[in-house]
Nanobody, 120 residues
Framework: QVQLQESGPGLVKPSQTLSLTCTVS??????????WSWIRQPPGKGLEWMGA???????YYSPSLKSRTSISRDTSKNQFTLQLSSVTPEDTAVYYC????????????WGQGTQVTVSS
């Protein structure tokens, strides 16, 4: 079974860039027809899909975050990375990485999540 683990700083200052890495084990991020996503949950709010990188390397972003979001991958390390620029306290959230197959309505595997707080 695929396992995902988020890593990165838990505290980021306003206007800086948030950078998180998801390390995948038990499967390859280049496996056909799988998408690898970043999802966040601000305190007291629901889950928000931020974007994804496909098995092919193509990227997809939430329209509301597209101007500040970049997702990339390192296939040699089986990792994919989120960068969110110009953060504000409203970007404080638990950040998750997750994966799903192309025709699946649900995310089959999730990381445990990592808390990121934006504060000076």
């Amino acid at each position: 079974q695929v396992q995902l683990q988020e890593s990165g700083p838990g505290l980021v200052k306003p206007s800086q860039t948030l950078s998180l890495t998801c390390t995948v084990s038990g499967g390859s991020i280049t496996t056909n027809y799988y998408y690898w996503s970043w999802i966040r949950q601000p305190p007291g709010k629901g889950l928000e899909w931020m974007g994804a990188i496909a098995y092919s390397g193509s990227t997809y972003y939430s329209p509301s975050l597209k101007s500040r979001t970049s997702i990339s991958r390192d296939t040699s390390k089986n990792q994919f990375t989120l960068q969110l620029s110009s953060v504000t306290p409203e970007d404080t959230a638990v950040y998750y990485c997750a994966t799903r197959a192309i025709l699946s309505p649900d995310f089959g595997s999730w990381g445990q999540g990592t808390q990121v707080t934006v504060s000076s």
